[in-house]
């Protein structure tokens, strides 16, 4: 068994940086815990609200909550005094991403400075530590070798669900045995799925323990109106970025290589997004364009070698090509053939035995593949029946069709350049286990003072937030917004009228083809394509030059949710003090006037026959 809590013998570099203590916003400095309440909240998604009403009858339309400063005027602010101690239970539930001590760090920090009595507990193991109450009590000397440094270690984590009924009912009798005033989950959208559902059955069986999410991730894809970004994609992108660069420089160097480089990231293609706008590789193949274009791969391997050979004609041999871990799905005969292997599995088809049971079509692909990627193809799928994708070495297999295509071509004179020669490369574990950067840091121990603030106003099943983050600390504005704001239910794609399908869930965030990061980089893409314009940031800063840097994907968007929502709640005041009885009748006829056009508006907006429009 791990041995959780134990000091880490450090470098003198971890050394110094657990000298640094992250800066608080304003908003959580002091002992007052003060907040104000919005309206209460719908969800995005207005076709699955029904679905989500009737499933979350107790926490559904509870309200966003801003934390403010104790100067800051606000008259319907609630200022919490909370004497007496308090008990929190703190899980590690999602994959280890850069920045996840500090969240622990930060609430311990937060609990005991609002009293020294609060107790701290760390489930150990992660969710099935805290279904048999393995514990560890969080102090100062436990924290002192953890703070700003990566991993999960600290207390570890195991499987990724509290969901099935006897977990549930484990982690209720374990938040009633420990006598916890709350329970804090950190992790990405299935963990925070499960947290919402918690934080409901909570609620129904009377349980007094308030459950609280903190999205940690370094996938990137816990992203929503009121989550900006998670603690670790800050850093994974830019030590991948890094990683990227060197093979760029090698690339350019030797002159005769070609660098498919595959990066984590499943549903969504975040982080290959990310590392592409900061280090500049020549292709950038993204599931979700891969996905809206229904490209195969035949068309996928075909840009590949259209692109070499273009290169060519400028007697450029080399290239860097980045790929998402998640493109094997986003392939319409991969993700059918998968879907068919995992349909065999379930039916308890052994895997040896599956190639045998396919359909016509889906034995010939199978066939057709290389024996490498068949034998992944057939591993086991994950606890959420998805596909072993950091297993799928689909580099290897684009690489495999690019070759033997350019030697076709070679073969049928229509390629006359130099040989087709491709290296490849997985980065999957390299960073995730990395450093945190000092935003982590910074971001993580923010988060989970918040915690301590959810906590103290009495809140159950809110996520922690942070918007403005893409300025400095002191201009950052946390709240908590309700699990259920984030919630949707997944559709058939068939047709406008897509039926709702499954349970409501907070669903992953793919990259947005209409936003603006991904305007960035196809501004880029088709000089880059062909011009070595490769970019190097450098090694991940704690301090100098680039430490205090976002990433460009958060630097370029306009995500401040929260902080818009409350400007729109000052505009509607000074209409309301404006706009009182005794006011001129030319001031009531232009107030009247320019409400009924934004009404008229906002509610074609709304409507789902728009929102059907729009997403097409």
């Not at 791990?2 to 570099?13: I, T, V």
């Not at 959580?28 to 076709?47: H, I, K, M, P, Y």
């Not at 029904?50 to 400063?69: E, K, V």
């Not at 970004?229 to 990227?244: L, R, W």
Request: aromatic fraction near 8%; charge should be neutral.
């Amino acid at each position: 068994m791990a041995d959780f809590g134990a000091p880490r013998e450090l470098s003198e570099l971890q050394k110094k940086r657990t000298e640094y203590r992250p800066q608080l916003p304003p908003c959580l400095q002091g002992n007052t815990v003060r907040v104000e309440f919005g309206d209460s909240t719908t969800t995005a998604d207005t076709s699955s609200a029904h679905a989500i009403i009737r499933a979350f009858p107790c926490t559904f339309g509870q309200p966003l909550a801003h934390f403010l400063r104790a100067t800051t005027l606000a008259p319907e602010a609630q200022t919490i005094h909370l004497p007496h101690p308090i008990r929190v239970g703190v899980v590690f539930s999602g994959r280890q991403s850069p920045g996840g001590h500090n969240v622990i760090w930060g609430l311990h920090d937060a609990l005991k400075k609002h009293n020294p009595g609060s107790v701290l507990l760390g489930f150990l193991g992660g969710s099935e530590g805290m279904f048999a109450k393995k514990i560890l009590e969080i102090t100062d000397e436990v924290l002192a070798s953890y703070k700003n440094q990566g991993g999960y270690d600290l207390i570890g984590r195991s499987v990724d669900q509290i969901r099935t009924t006897e977990q549930v009912n484990a982690t209720i009798a374990t938040c009633n045995d420990l006598k916890l005033d709350g329970l804090v989950i950190i992790g990405g959208a299935t963990s925070n799925s499960d947290a919402a559902q918690l934080a409901e059955t909570f609620a129904e069986c009377n349980c007094s323990t308030k459950v609280v999410g903190v999205p940690v991730t370094f996938y990137g894809d816990l992203k929503n109106q009121f989550v900006e970004t998670n603690v670790g994609f800050d850093t994974v992108c830019k030590v991948n970025s890094q990683q990227i660069s060197n093979i760029c420089t090698d690339a350019l160097s030797a002159g005769k290589y070609y660098y498919f480089v595959r990066l984590m990231g499943r549903q969504a293609s975040n982080v290959a997004l990310e590392c592409a706008l900061q280090s500049h590789p020549n292709m950038l193949i993204l599931g979700e364009e891969v996905a809206l274009s229904k490209l195969t791969l035949f068309d996928i391997t075909k840009q590949i070698c259209d692109a070499v050979q273009a290169r060519a004609v400028q007697d450029k041999y080399h290239g860097v090509i980045l790929i998402p871990e998640g493109i094997v799905e986003s392939i319409p005969e991969m993700y059918a053939l998968l879907q068919e292997i995992n349909g065999l599995h379930s039916n308890g088809i052994p895997a040896e035995k599956i190639s045998l049971h396919l359909s016509p079509w889906a034995s010939a692909l199978f066939e057709f593949l290389p024996h490498f990627i068949r034998k992944e193809l057939l591993l086991r799928p994950e606890s959420d029946n998805s596909a072993q994708l950091s297993q799928i070495e689909t580099e290897k297999l684009l690489a495999h069709l690019v070759e033997e295509e350019m030697e076709k071509r070679t073969k049928e004179g229509t390629y006359k350049g130099k040989k087709f020669n491709a290296v490849c490369h997985f980065f999957g574990y390299q960073a995730r286990g990395s450093l945190p950067s000092k935003f982590d840091c910074d971001y993580g121990y923010v988060l989970g003072n918040i915690c301590r603030h959810i906590l103290a106003a009495g809140l159950n099943g809110y996520i922690a937030t942070v918007t403005n983050l893409k300025n400095s600390v002191n201009h950052w504005k946390c709240g908590a917004a309700p699990f259920t704001a984030m919630l949707s239910v997944k559709k058939y794609t068939r047709g406008p009228g897509g039926i709702p399908v499954g349970k409501p869930a907070i669903h992953p965030a793919s990259v947005d083809l209409r936003g603006k990061a991904y305007e960035v980089w196809r501004e880029k893409a088709a000089t880059l394509l062909l011009e070595d314009m490769y970019r190097n940031p450098g090694p991940l800063q704690f301090e100098g030059p680039g430490a205090d840097r976002p990433t460009i994907s958060l630097s370029v968007e306009d995500q401040d949710y929260m902080g818009r929502i409350k400007k729109l709640q000052q505009y509607i005041e000074q209409v309301r003090s404006i706009v009182k009885p005794g006011c001129s009748q030319d001031i009531l006829k232009a107030a009247l006037s320019c409400m009924a056009s934004v009404t008229e508006v906002l509610t074609i907006m709304a409507s789902p026959s728009f929102k059907s429009q729009s997403s097409h």
